[in-house]
Structures are given as structure tokens and as C-alpha cells.
């Protein structure tokens, strides 16, 4: 991304279970519109679960991407004018990306005269980060993440991570530049060295990108410390 284009930011939020279209939707009429919905467990004891005010340890995840401005401002809302409007028992946190498909971030960009010159070269757009490893996150339709892995892992990759997900994103984005993205998503988790990251990206987002079968949406964000336990 150019020195003009604001950062992204990847928000994600763990809610009870069956709460995460719910959001989704209310997120969407705050601003950020673009979002995977995954299941997940939880492991506190039911005391706990009890203090912090869940029903059930399954959860909803939900991953959304948006402006870094538009969701800090919605975190802010969230804390203050806008709490009493959510239902929903769970936590809300963001990050900063480091690096996403530059065909992906100019939707972000559309509305605001920023669209990257060289989107339809399918690059990985990059922001510098200092950290020794990254999380890459890529979603894709049903069936390719065996493919996606094969590709990482001739690029350096050790392994990764696979979780179901579902495509909870307003029908507008649901279509862009010709393509129309499927609901049944399944999403990669790959943690890798920093050194190892754009090289990874690239090949991941050239033979499985948002323009292809697999309809890839790639993208990262910075690890300050990893703990590999044995």
C-alpha cells in the first residue's frame, strides 16, 4: 500500500454461539462490512463462565476486516454510546495488518480514490512490521485448503491450521470487480517466520488469489513472541 492509504485492520470478535450473524449485521451498519463468521470452544470452567457472563463455552468467531479508522471508531462506540445496543456476551479486539491481496484492500479503498494502479497485477500489498514471526490468514472457498497448504509449504511453510467459516459480508461486497464469492469459506492459519512471509503470500495469493477457483482473500498480521511447546 502506498503512503497515502489508510492501514486495515483484521477485528475479531469471540460471542456466544449463534451471536456472530447478529453482529455481523450490526457491524455492517456501523461501517465494517466485511466478514468470516468460524466456530469455536471455549476452555474456562463453568465458574468462570458464570463471571463473565457466558451461557455455553461454544462461541461464535467472528473475523472482520475494515479501515483502521472505521474500527477504531467503532471499538470507541462500542465502549461508550453504543454498548447498551449489544446483546451479546464476549470480547472485541483488533489488529493491524501487515500485509493483504492489493484486489482485496482496493475494495477498501474504492469509495475513496485510493485504488492501488497495479490491482489487477494481483500483488500482496505490504507495510512494514519488526516482529519475527507472522500469521497468515487465507480463506477460501471448500476444498482447496489442501492445495494452499501445498503451496505454502513449498515456500517455507511448516503447517498450518484449518477452520470452517462462512462468508457473513453485505451482498455488495459479495460481488466486486466480477467475482462473486461463495458463502462456505474454510480459513488457513499459518504462523511463519517473518522472512518467510512475503514470499509465502506471494505464492499462496498467485495460484489460489480472489481471482481464481479457490477465491483466496489473503492476508497477515504481526507476532510479537512465539512459544513452540513441546
Known amino acids: 500500500m502506498t503512503a497515502k492509504q489508510e492501514p486495515l485492520k483484521l477485528m475479531v470478535t469471540i460471542a456466544e454461539r449463534h451471536q456472530g450473524a447478529v453482529l455481523a449485521d450490526f457491524y455492517t451498519n456501523q461501517g465494517v462490512f466485511w ?40 471499538l470507541y462506540d462500542l ?19 501487515t500485509g493483504i491481496n492489493q484486489l482485496v484492500a482496493s475494495v477498501f479503498y474504492e469509495n475513496k480514490g485510493e485504488i492501488p494502479e497495479d490491482t489487477a497485477k494481483g500483488e500482496i500489498a505490504m507495510t512494514g512490521y519488526g516482529g519475527s ?10 476444498g482447496h485448503t489442501d ?5 505454502a509449504k513449498k515456500a517455507g511453510a511448516r503447517g498450518g491450521t484449518i477452520l470452517k467459516a ?19 469459506k474454510e480459513v488457513v492459519i499459518i504462523v ?14 498467485k495460484a489460489h488469489g480472489i481471482s481464481s477457483e479457490a477465491q483466496g482473500m489473503i492476508c ?7 512459544v513452540r511447546l513441546t
Open 147 to 151: 492445495d494452499v497448504m501445498d503451496t
Open 79 to 97: 465502549n461508550t454510546e453504543l454498548r447498551a445496543q449489544v446483546e451479546a456476551k464476549g470480547i472485541v479486539f483488533d489488529i493491524l495488518l
Open 192 to 205: 511463519v517466520p517473518a522472512q518467510n512471509r512475503n514470499l509465502i503470500m506471494e505464492e499462496i495469493n
Open 220 to 226: 497477515s498480521v504481526g507476532i510479537d513472541q512465539v
Open 35 to 74: 466478514h468470516y463468521q468460524c466456530c469455536g470452544f471455549g476452555t474456562a470452567s463453568s465458574d468462570l463462565l458464570d463471571v463473565l457472563g457466558f451461557g455455553s463455552p461454544e462461541r461464535d468467531i467472528l473475523l472482520s476486516l475494515g479501515t483502521s479508522s472505521c474500527i477504531t471508531r467503532l
Open 133 to 142: 514471526h507472522s500469521l497468515i490468514l487465507v480463506a477460501v472457498n471448500q
Open 166 to 184: 462462512r462468508w457473513l459480508g453485505t451482498e455488495e461486497s459479495k460481488h466486486f470487480f466480477g467475482f462473486t464469492l461463495q458463502n462456505e
